[in-house]
T-cell receptor
């Protein structure tokens, strides 16, 4: 699996967009970028995934650069409930996920 | 739709005792996975069932851990005998298909071995 690099932590103001970067410079052509998050005391939660094109769902948007070496998860209007650890994972599929340290996102009122 | 259910939510046992964790996946999900986070470490894959068959148990730490999924419905993970380093949070997840659509995780069982 391609290695991913995420900042260890970031703060975001409530109501503002949160932009979470992820570097995956060794990604191969058929590997997907997955994002999960873990809210305290809960299990990890699937957010979104993509291959080449930008993706959007009810939770977030995923922007993947043209060379696919990096991506950004966007939470359009962060709320206090979005405070969590966010994991960027690169894999052929989401079988046997490998969670790294992730980015601890704190949304402040 | 009911989610993935795990119980107990917390368990405190003494070293050397046996503990059995249970996971009820989402109905109809053939794929069931166990993961765990031991103290200070990252979440790691333990094993994967397709229906009642173990497809991959490469993440199981040692033979003190035994997972079963009788009848392809719920699954149990038994630790016997438990050691201090087994303390952590054990997560179960299920998925309809293999790959691409995301898992649904349970809230986990927090195991403390004293």
């Amino acid at each position: 699996d391609a290695k991913t690099t995420q900042p260890p932590s970031m703060d975001c103001a409530e109501g503002r967009a949160a932009n979470l970067p992820c570097n995956h410079s060794t990604i191969s052509g058929n590997e997907y970028v997955y994002w999960y998050r873990q809210i305290h005391s809960q299990g990890p939660q699937y957010i979104i995934h993509g291959l080449k094109n930008n993706e959007t769902n009810e939770m977030a948007s995923l922007i993947i650069t043209e060379d696919r070496k990096s991506s950004t998860l966007i939470l359009p209007h962060a709320t206090l409930r979005d405070t969590a650890v966010y994991y960027c994972i690169v894999r052929l599929n989401d079988y046997k996920l490998s969670f790294g340290a992730g980015t601890t996102v704190t949304v402040r009122a | 739709e009911a989610g993935v259910t795990q119980f107990p939510s917390h368990s405190v046992i003494e070293k050397g005792q046996t503990v059995t964790l249970r996971c009820d996946p989402i109905s109809g999900h053939d794929n069931l996975y166990w993961y765990r986070r031991v103290m200070g470490k990252e979440i790691k894959f333990l094993l994967h069932f397709v229906k009642e068959s173990k497809q991959d148990e490469s993440g199981m730490p040692n033979n003190r851990f035994l997972a079963e999924r009788t009848g392809g419905t719920y699954s149990t993970l038994k630790v016997q005998p438990a050691e201090l380093e087994d303390s952590g949070v054990y997560f179960c997840a299920s998925s309809l298909n293999l790959g691409g659509l995301g898992y649904t995780f349970g809230s986990g069982t927090r195991l403390t071995v004293v």
